[in-house]
């Protein structure tokens, strides 16, 4: 599909369901696209948000069920839980400029999450069948109970500069040593609590 040069939104659910949509060419005069815009387009498998985005609503590539790269040059600052349920995904480049990730839920076939710096909040990684490892940038904060059904998982690594959070023998503590929050789930070898651990968060085993 090709948008027509002059649109500048792309309406809520405007081309839900177009299931035989393969490729999306967006012009220069689009500047948001809204909630669920493209959601259940199971025949795209690449998409390019381009630069003179400025804002995409919650979920606008939900469900593309064989999508699988996604390059976001718009400089929008949250992404808004764009791709849940797209269960063949498996990469993700987006730039500098986004402070909020929002959810990943069902994205199966994702092997590695890394949260850039500029990033402040994400929302949960639940039933990731295939993630391995996830990277916390400097400045981001999770929500409690982040991980949820990622038998995979690995290994965690967080930036120093993260006011938050550190990782200890591939479990993430908070900043201060006294919660354990994050036991990966395929995390090899017995688990052994530092001195000074007084909590363990809900769910801390993903």
């Given at each position: 599909?090709?948008?027509?040069?002059?649109?500048?939104?792309?309406?809520?659910n405007?081309?839900?369901?177009?299931?035989?949509?393969?490729?999306i060419?967006?012009?220069?005069?689009?500047?948001?696209?809204e909630?669920?815009?493209?959601?259940h387009?199971?025949?795209?498998?690449?998409?390019?948000?381009?630069?003179?985005?400025n804002?995409?609503?919650?979920?606008?590539?939900?469900?593309?069920?064989?999508?699988?790269?996604?390059?976001?040059?718009?400089?929008?600052?949250?992404?808004?839980?764009?791709?849940l349920e797209?269960?063949?995904?498996?990469?993700?480049?987006?730039?500098?400029?986004?402070?909020?990730?929002?959810?990943?839920?069902?994205?199966?076939?994702?092997?590695?999450?890394?949260?850039?710096?500029?990033?402040?909040?994400?929302?949960?990684?639940h039933?990731?069948?295939?993630?391995?490892?996830?990277?916390?940038?400097?400045k981001?904060?999770?929500?409690?109970?982040?991980?949820?059904?990622?038998p995979?998982?690995?290994?965690?690594?967080?930036?120093?500069?993260?006011?938050?959070?550190?990782?200890?023998d591939?479990?993430?503590?908070?900043?201060?040593?006294?919660?354990?929050?994050?036991?990966?789930?395929?995390?090899?070898?017995?688990?052994?609590?530092?001195?000074?651990?007084?909590?363990?968060?809900?769910?801390?085993?993903a």
């Amino acid at each position: 599909v090709i948008i027509p040069d002059g649109i500048i939104k792309i309406p809520e659910n405007a081309f839900s369901y177009c299931e035989k949509i393969t490729e999306i060419v967006f012009p220069e005069s689009v500047k948001r696209i809204e909630k669920q815009a493209f959601s259940h387009c199971n025949s795209l498998k690449m998409v390019e948000v381009p630069k003179n985005v400025n804002y995409v609503g919650f979920g606008i590539f939900c469900d593309c069920q064989e999508l699988q790269s996604a390059v976001i040059y718009a400089e929008i600052a949250d992404m808004n839980s764009m791709f849940l349920e797209c269960s063949k995904l498996k990469e993700i480049v987006y730039p500098n400029t986004v402070k909020a990730i929002g959810y990943f839920y069902g994205c199966t076939s994702l092997e590695t999450i890394s949260v850039v710096d500029s990033v402040e909040t994400m929302g949960a990684l639940h039933n990731c069948d295939n993630l391995k490892n996830i990277y916390l940038g400097d400045k981001v904060k999770i929500e409690e109970n982040i991980i949820g059904k990622c038998p995979k998982l690995e290994s965690i690594t967080v930036s120093e500069k993260n006011p938050y959070y550190k990782v200890v023998d591939g479990c993430l503590y908070s900043k201060d040593g006294k919660t354990l929050i994050i036991v990966p789930k395929n995390k090899a070898g017995i688990l052994k609590l530092p001195d000074g651990v007084q909590e363990l968060a809900s769910y801390c085993i993903a």
